[in-house]
């Protein structure tokens, strides 16, 4: 029995096939993990989160920005735009209430105790450790998954609050926890995000760090796995940090790494 984290998959499906077969990935034994984004930009995200679906008995995966997108416009919060959305056929599929569904009740953050490994999207926030992370995430999830969800998916858009604060409350307080979860690539010394650089490491703006990189950073202890960040091109050059993002959907690799050993596996995407 072995399990694999999977980077970011965005409809790209033949690339993801052909990477459970390098594997060969059993699904009688074997586990795996996805680090979010299963949809959107590639050309299946149906027959990417229908395949993911079928397997949930075996699948753990965390939520992404373009997957609370989908949820965003699946239940008219946001409209569809032909011009950054690619999931159409989601939304036109007879089994669309059943995946819709499925995909809303999924966690924002995963924590394994015997594996030693720690799931989001886009990482961790560095001025939380693992206690505070899971609560919030967890209260997060019950929002998104309880009776009023539609009205925090209308409020989910924009880039502040910048800072953490416990005493934030309402349509800010879900609105940071989320992008912390799912867009946060920088931030600066006291903890204040940058949601519009999309930059990689390399080329950190000004007075900002990548957050896996901030100051007094509170939550070292983890091994962390996450995507999102695909500029990375898998490289955090950061003990117990796994960037498994490498831009399948722009034509790089999609990379699994076995939790067991440490093992990694590529397969290149332009052929697909």
Known sequence: MSTYAIGDIQGCFKPLLALLDKIAFNPDQDYLWFTGDLINRGPQSLETLRFIYNLRDRVT???????LTLLAVAYGMVPYNPHHHTFKDILEAPDQDVVIHWLRH????HHDEKLGYTMTHAGLYPKWDLSLALALA?????????PYFTEYLAQMYGNKPTHWNSELTGFDRFRFIINSFTRMRFCDSTGALELTIKESANNTPSSYFPWFLAPNRVNTNLKIIFGHWASLMGKSNTKNIFALDTGCVWGGALTALRLEDGTFFKEGCRQH
């Open 106 to 109: 999924q966690p924002l953050m």
């Open 61 to 67: 995966t965390v939520l992404g920005n373009h997957d």
């Open 138 to 146: 967890g209260e997060a999830e019950t929002i998104l998954q309880g």
